[in-house]
């Protein structure tokens, strides 16, 4: 499985992006989904995941919404209400297995897409 992430970029505050991860090699519907982010000089941290549901974390709650689009085997990040403490390089991620316990955990996913730059500005 190869993952494609695109679509960061700069914006203000309170503003939008749309994240895009493209796989091949395997369906997205066949696996578990996510995105986590890591912001200088601190750890990868998760951000949200896709099974049968999605998941999140508090920290963006009610302003991402992970999506997946089986046609175009493509899993979607939409954040909204950005802020700058949101400004992190942002990773997709997948793999097969995973028990929902252990979504969360970066160590649970085998593949992973290059980084795309999230930055926001105050």
């Known amino acids: 499985v190869q993952l494609q992430a695109s679509g960061g970029g700069l914006v203000q505050s309170g503003g939008s992006l749309r994240l895009s991860c493209v796989a091949s090699?395997?369906?997205?519907?066949?696996?578990?989904t996510g995105w986590f982010r890591q912001a200088p000089g601190k750890e990868r941290e998760f951000v949200a995941a896709f099974k049968s549901n999605p998941a999140y974390a508090d920290s963006v709650q009610g302003r991402f919404t992970i999506s997946r689009d089986s046609a175009k085997n493509t899993v979607y990040l939409q954040m909204d209400s950005l802020k700058p403490d949101d400004t992190a390089v942002y990773y997709c991620?997948?793999?097969?297995?995973?028990?929902?316990?252990?979504?969360?955990?970066?160590?649970?996913?085998?593949?992973w897409g290059q980084g795309t730059l999230v930055t926001v500005s105050s």
């Open positions: 090699g395997r369906s997205v519907i066949r696996l578990v």
């Open positions: 991620a997948a793999g097969s297995g995973i028990i929902t316990s252990s979504m969360w955990t970066g160590a649970a996913y085998s593949y």
